[in-house]
């Protein structure tokens, strides 16, 4: 196998670890409840923290915080009977991403000949 291919097969199987992560970040609540997270407490935030800070109804929080937390996204602490959501900083999913990334940039710059 050559060297294309190899690189066209590691990408491919990147796209795979990845899907997770894209079907999460996807949906436009789903990515204004990462925003509200990002700009939030560093020790997290409870749903109805996010429900006062997004339009959505509780439930809906509730159930897009379960596909994030899937996507290894975000994580749950629980102090007492309160849940607290706050980012995965050490989550597979921006590891895999970033070499996503790198692999599709050296894939890019590998066919246009710039070697940037």
Known sequence: MDEVQQRMREISGRFQMCRKT???????????????????????????????????????????????????????RRRGTMNFYYMNAEGACWRDLTELVKNINAAISQSDGSGA
Not at 47 to 58: E, N
Not at 63 to 76: F, G, T
């Open 22 to 76: 894209f079907i999460a970040l996807g949906d436009g609540m789903r990515q204004q409840i990462v925003l509200t997270l990002l700009d939030g407490p560093r020790e997290g935030m409870r749903v109805g923290d996010i429900t006062a800070d997004t339009s959505l109804s509780q439930p809906a929080v509730s159930h897009h915080l379960q596909i994030l937390k899937d996507a290894d996204i975000i994580r749950m």
